[in-house]
């Protein structure tokens, strides 16, 4: 299963546009919110989660992925149940996505270290220990996978079915929706 976590104040195309590209792509993927089942994100759209962060269990996780937003990032960051969740998964071999300010969250518990990444412009100094190229659009170095920002969301999404379905699901899923990928 693969859950994307939502905190008050996330960017709603770097939550959305995923979703969509995973279903499309026949991916099991559900919202989990961090605090409430109706989660607003930075632009004043609300979305209405599957679950809550608290009651999802880490070892029935595949991925989580963390949409950017300052807002949403700050109230994952301030959420201990949401940190202890993502550095669970991380610890039991299991695959991360976090895009714009989503990978200062990875920064934070030391998982960006040596790892190769890209971030909103402007955040690379709280990257920690993270090889920033933000010439590329989304990268994917071992279980780990950025996006660089609400621009790229659509490239970060077909990035993470491609991980998880195979780059031909990808390449099908872009023609689909007629993107250039």
């Known amino acids: 299963m693969v ?18 590209i995973l279903r499309r792509g026949g991916v099991d993927v ?11 994100g930075g632009h004043d759209i609300h979305i209405k989660c599957d ?8 070892d029935k996780v595949d991925m989580l992925i963390i949409p950017g937003g300052l807002g949403g990032v700050e109230s994952v960051e301030a959420s201990g149940e949401a940190m202890s969740l993502i550095k669970k998964v991380y610890e039991k071999g299991r695959s991360l996505a976090a895009i714009c300010a989503g990978p ?7 998982i960006l270290e040596g790892v190769k990444a890209v971030c909103y412009p402007g955040m690379e100094e709280q990257m920690g220990g993270a ?51």
């Open 131 to 181: 090889v920033i190229d933000n010439s590329l659009k989304a990268v994917t170095d071992g279980r780990i996978i950025t996006g660089r920002g609400p621009g790229t969301a659509l490239d970060f999404g077909l990035e993470i079915l491609k991980y998880l379905k195979g780059v031909d699901k990808a390449k099908e899923i872009a023609s689909d929706m007629t993107y250039d990928y």
């Open 30 to 40: 559900s919202y989990a919110g961090v605090d409430s089942a109706i989660v607003k």
């Open 104 to 110: 200062r969250i990875l920064a934070s518990l030391k």
């Open 3 to 20: 859950y994307i976590i939502l905190g008050n104040g996330f960017e709603e195309i770097e939550a959305v546009a995923p979703m969509d």
């Open 51 to 58: 679950t809550l962060v608290r009651d999802i269990d880490p």
